[in-house]
């Protein structure tokens, strides 16, 4: 099974910026989807963003325009470009895969609160 590390998660105020990374150890050439996804306490966990092995996005209505994600396969990393961030934002922000074969892999998390 492949492990997934998520970084770049912290305390920012309304209106910043973040970059989350989350690096896969080993290949991500294979993976079908790769994807970002938050939950908040006391909520269900939901999709923020994802994207194909073919550079195919999607993105929830309620972070298009304010969230870019991408990948670079020779790095084996997944990127969350974050802007104009809201309090509303405020979640642990998992990063998960979908492995041929095998299943559906996911991060630790990391933390990103939004202050007002």
């Known amino acids: 099974q492949v492990q997934l590390v998520e970084s770049g998660g912290g305390l920012v105020q309304s209106g910043g910026s973040l970059m989350l990374s989350c690096v896969s150890s080993g290949s991500i050439d294979s993976f079908r989807h790769m994807g970002w996804y938050r939950q908040a306490p006391g909520k269900q966990r939901e999709l923020v963003a994802g994207i194909s092995n073919g550079g195919m996005t999607i993105y929830a209505d309620f972070v298009k325009a304010r969230f870019t994600i991408s990948r670079d396969n020779a790095k084996n990393t997944m990127y969350l470009q974050m802007n104009g961030l809201k309090p509303e934002d405020t979640a642990v922000y998992s990063c998960?895969?979908?492995?041929?074969?095998?299943?559906?892999?996911w991060g630790q998390g990391t933390q990103v609160t939004v202050s007002s």
């Open positions: 998960n895969a979908v492995v041929p074969d095998t299943g559906t892999s």
